[in-house]
């Protein structure tokens, strides 16, 4: 009876409450995300190739290579057909994407909550600071790093690098939106074809930065969906 009570070999490890945490069809919402960044992927691929087209056009009118009024009329058409249709598919993905995003915030907080872990902030706050202008950048990005860390410590299958690849689709669909936007706003009624082709070309990169940064989301959002069944 003397010995010392630390001599006894410590309590089995009690198991992870893992039902509660993948509770509210939140293996059903990873799933959606995947598919979506799939099928989002596809829409940036083909808007990235309409820019790549209007840069083109651009440069012909910039080089005199039209041959008639005609024909160029004709090639500007088409590429701001090729461009509104393919960057409108676009953003509606992304806003079914946001919208499947911000709920996948909203349940897993309050899954973690539920089941243990603490969250930094509640679920009201993890939708809310996605609509702050600005400081969203930084609040979504701290979101993503607290409840991923949370789902580690009830699935050991999940590493850092898949914070990382979530983190890098963030970042860079900001930067590449940021860009596509940046474009729009050096073009005004007297802008000479010089700064037509200027503009073109930075929406080329932010088409490019979007489409890198949907690679990462498909990256991350599969690591997520298969180390979570």
């Not at 799933?31 to 056009?57: D, E, K, P, W």
């Not at 041959?67 to 509104?84: G, H, R, V």
């Amino acid at each position: 009876m003397s010995e010392s009570i630390s001599s006894f070999p410590p309590p089995p490890p009690m198991p992870a409450p893992t039902s509660n945490v993948l509770g509210r069809n939140i293996n059903g919402i990873h799933t959606t995300l995947f598919v979506s960044m799939i099928v989002s992927l596809v829409a940036a691929g083909l808007y990235f190739l309409a820019t790549i087209n209007q840069y083109q056009v651009f440069s012909d009118m910039k080089n005199l290579n039209f041959t008639s009024e005609t024909e160029l009329m004709d090639a500007a058409t088409q590429s701001d057909d090729f461009i509104s249709s393919s960057y409108g598919f676009y953003f509606l993905l992304l806003l079914f994407t946001s919208i499947v995003f911000l709920v996948w915030c909203n349940k897993l907080t309050k899954n973690l909550n539920e089941s243990g872990y603490g969250t930094e902030k509640g679920s009201g706050w993890v939708v809310g600071s996605y609509f702050v202008p600005i400081a969203n950048f930084f609040f979504v990005f701290g979101t993503i790093k607290d409840l991923l860390t949370g789902l580690g410590k009830f699935f050991p299958a999940m590493s850092i690098d898949r914070q990382k690849s979530m983190k890098a689709w963030w970042i860079l669909t900001i930067i590449g939106g940021l860009l596509a936007r940046a474009s729009d706003s050096m073009i005004t009624d007297d802008s000479n074809i010089d700064e037509y082709v200027t503009a073109g070309g930075v929406e080329v990169v932010g088409a490019l930065v979007i489409v890198i940064g949907l690679v990462f989301g498909v990256k991350a959002f599969k690591q997520l969906r298969d180390d979570t069944k």
